[in-house]
């Protein structure tokens, strides 16, 4: 079965470092990797996505995300952080054969502080 | 582009009543429209998969007659919440994509339903 891990609950960061979202992931056959990020009362808006090709994705707003298959990983980083980069931030997976349906992580909240 | 939009943003009713979401995709037509509903600080939690002009299919503990949904055409689905009691009190998101497998769902901004 599919499934996705985000490890922390809750990443704090001061502005102006980076940050980094861990996410790890669990399917059989080759996965298509997504971030999403919420903010409060809000949907979810698409940051990046993973194919194929290269490892490092970039994505919206600065974000980029590396995947590592050795490692069944899709973590999410940006070089510096801004305090508006605080929200909930959701890794998810999705096979072939799974066509579109997509299987969530549990979120992450970054804090920013400023 | 890609533009999803959810109806009403937020919903007060007493319970008993009925109560109807729309979610629209703007500027592209939908093939496969999903729906979720979240808790409060919790991941999202599929309810059913909407596919233009058939049936949804519903996740395992979902009651298909309590939420009804119907995907008339390739930019409208509604899901519509009947007879709700304050246990349906739930932030309900909705999100819509097409027929390929690599592209991402797009999602509306959600609905805050409160059943008094």
């Known amino acids: 079965a599919q499934s996705v891990a985000q490890p922390e609950d809750q990443v704090n960061v001061a502005e102006g470092n980076p940050l980094t979202v861990k996410c790890t992931y669990s399917v059989s056959g080759n996965p298509y990797l997504f971030w999403y990020v919420q903010y409060p009362n809000r949907g979810l808006q698409f940051l990046l996505k993973y194919i194929t090709g290269d490892n490092l994705v970039k994505g919206s707003y600065g974000f980029e995300a590396e995947f590592n298959k050795s490692q069944t990983s899709f973590h999410l980083k940006k070089p510096s952080a801004l305090v508006s980069d605080s929200a909930l931030y959701f890794c998810?997976?999705?096979?072939?054969?799974?066509?579109?349906?997509?299987?969530f992580g549990t979120g992450t909240r970054l804090l920013v502080s400023p | 582009g890609a533009v999803v939009s959810q109806h009403p943003s937020w919903v007060i009713c007493k319970s008993g009543t009925s109560v109807k979401i729309e979610c629209r995709s703007l500027d592209f037509q939908a093939t496969t429209m999903f729906w979720y509903r979240q808790f409060p600080k919790q991941s999202l939690m599929l309810m059913a998969t909407s596919n233009e002009g058939s049936k949804a299919t519903y996740e395992q503990g979902v009651e298909k007659d309590k939420f009804l949904i119907n995907h008339a055409s390739l930019t409208l689905s509604t899901l519509t919440v009947t007879s709700a009691h304050p246990e349906d009190s739930s932030f309900y998101i909705c999100?819509?994509?097409?027929?390929?497998?690599?592209?991402?769902?797009?999602f509306g901004d959600g609905t805050r339903l409160s059943i008094l």
């Open positions: 998810a997976v999705r096979t072939k054969l799974g066509f579109q349906k997509l299987v």
């Open positions: 999100s819509a994509s097409v027929l390929m497998g690599d592209q991402p769902q797009h």
